[in-house]
């Protein structure tokens, strides 16, 4: 089925500003409480998010298989769970609806009114329903970095990484929209010199993670498993997505099962899904990968996606300094091979499930995907725009992370990922 969304010449009647990440080309899915306190799903173009529930129910959507209450839920699961094809269809219409050629909306108020509302008159939430949650560690300059701070510069990778996609089972309950405040962690750390018994009290080492996340379907069985050349057929889309980290609390915990409390306290995701199929157009080559993969990893089709990244850091009351920037192209495991590999042993997936891509670091210092990697755990401090120095994060600092994917003829984003951190109780 043709993705007539997509079309870079399509304008809408509703006014989108050329460096919106939000152009009639996106249609990204989301969940929002309307300001009569209505939760609906909901989708957005330029400053104002539409309300899908209201838009169903006055016809609009007629002539497409839809259950009557598909868009009146607190969650797109179910949504999600229809499939590949009902979400073109869904995408397609709605670009038709808001297309500028196209009075039947644009031209009745009364339907105007009940269907879109200004952004800031709604309040966004979580967009599904995360039944699991699996983190990757899929980046090659990130693991590079990593075991040249803890472990032997000239052996920084361990002999499986460049065979499988590294992950590992997350918790979802701490899975937040962005926007939502985060308490500095509490728990044990490394004991100190001298001292036999560990440390307790707050993180001192709290660190941002730049990541992708993407949302999967309902793909198989348990006992089956997912092949290569249909991975992507599961990927309903991808969200921005930060997974915070208390460096110091991991570092005494992770061995030897990996990380636990020093990752579950927060993790912050930017509301508005952005499907694969919007994000299309910006399709790139794959690393290379050398060793070459087992064969049920081998893939040809161009899984690799060129998003822009950025990380800030705002302290309380000053401007934002921007530590990073970043692209997704960078990751060395593919969306599909990463999905393809959760499920070689038969483990089952299931609609709203997501899956993190891992810290996600480029070839030069600013483009490393942590403060960890940024400042060297610590060694060279980050100087922030109103003097202050920054080694890892600060109480009452807000971390902004911003994705965008832009050619010369579309600019398809992601919103912000934001976080501020609260002092610990």
Known sequence: MKITANNPNRKSWLKVN?????PIQNIPFGVFITKDDIITIGSRIGDYAIDLGALHQL???NGIPLTDDIFLQDNLNDFIA??????????????????????????NPIHKE???????????????????????????????NVGSLFRDPKNALLPNWLHIPIGYHGRSSSIIPSGTNIRRPYGQTKPVE???????????LLDFELEMAFITTASNNLGERISIEEAEEYIFGLVQ?????????????????????GKSFASTISPWIVTLDALEPFRVDNPKQSPEPLPYLQHDKKGSFDIHLQVAIQPDGEKETIVANSNFKYMYW???????????????VNAGDMMGSGTISGPTKDSFGSMLELTWRGQHPITLLDGTERKFINDNDTVIM??????????????????KILPAK
């Open 82 to 107: 229809d499939g590949r094809k009902t979400w073109r269809l869904v995408r397609n219409r709605i670009a038709d609806i808001f297309d500028v050629t196209n009075g039947t909306l644009r031209d």
């Open 402 to 419: 911003r994705a965008h994917c832009k050619n010369d003829q579309i600019r398809i984003g992601f919103g912000e990922c934001t976080g």
């Open 241 to 261: 997505f930060n997974d915070w980290s208390a460096r110091d609390i991991q570092a005494w915990e992770y061995v030897p099962l990996g990380p636990f409390l």
């Open 114 to 144: 009940k269907i879109i509302f200004r952004i800031d008159e709604v309040e966004m939430l979580l967009p599904v329903s995360i039944g699991d949650y699996t983190d990757f560690y899929a980046s090659k300059e990130h693991a590079t």
């Open 194 to 204: 001298g001292s036999k018994s560990p440390g307790f009290g707050p993180s001192k």
């Open 59 to 61: 016809g609009y959507f």
């Open 334 to 348: 593919t969306m599909a091979q990463q999905l393809t590999h959760h499920t070689v042993n038969g483990c089952p």
């Open 18 to 22: 050329d460096c919106s990440d939000f």
